[in-house]
């Protein structure tokens, strides 16, 4: 499975961005999802989509402003970011997985897309 996320870029804050993760070379993926790395933290869950059924699940640092969907037809998963802040900023990476557990462990995602660099600015 190839991952490609894009979208990325600089927007000041209380701006938006829309991300976009396009698959291919294995789209039966049971569960993709959108985490995030800031300099000197940890990579972290911002949002998935069970492919199968929709279910959505948040951070609880953009519930409310973010909101992941999915294209099954182009086999696209997509981040519609709105009212952003300065805490946002870090490498955005979409990841898909073909098993169960739970969204946030990172170690369930054995495919991962290259990153998108999200800066906003205040």
């Known amino acids: 499975v190839q991952l490609q996320a894009y979208g990325g870029g600089l927007v000041q804050a209380g701006g938006s961005l829309r991300l976009s993760c396009a698959a291919s070379g294995g789209t039966f993926s049971t569960t993709m999802g959108w985490f995030r790395q800031a300099p000197g933290k940890e990579r972290e869950l911002v949002a998935a989509?069970?492919?199968?059924?929709?279910?959505?699940f948040y951070g609880d640092s953009v519930r409310g402003r973010f909101t992941v969907s999915r294209d099954n037809a182009k086999n696209t998963m997509y981040l519609q970011m709105n009212s952003l802040k300065p805490e946002d900023t870090a490498v955005y990476y979409c990841?898909?997985?073909?098993?169960?557990?739970?969204?946030?462990?990172?170690?369930?995602?054995?495919?991962w897309g290259q990153g998108t660099q999200v800066t906003v600015s205040s």
């Open positions: 989509i069970r492919w199968s059924g929709g279910s959505t």
């Open positions: 990841a898909a997985r073909f098993k169960g557990g739970a969204v946030s462990d990172l170690i369930s995602y054995p495919y």
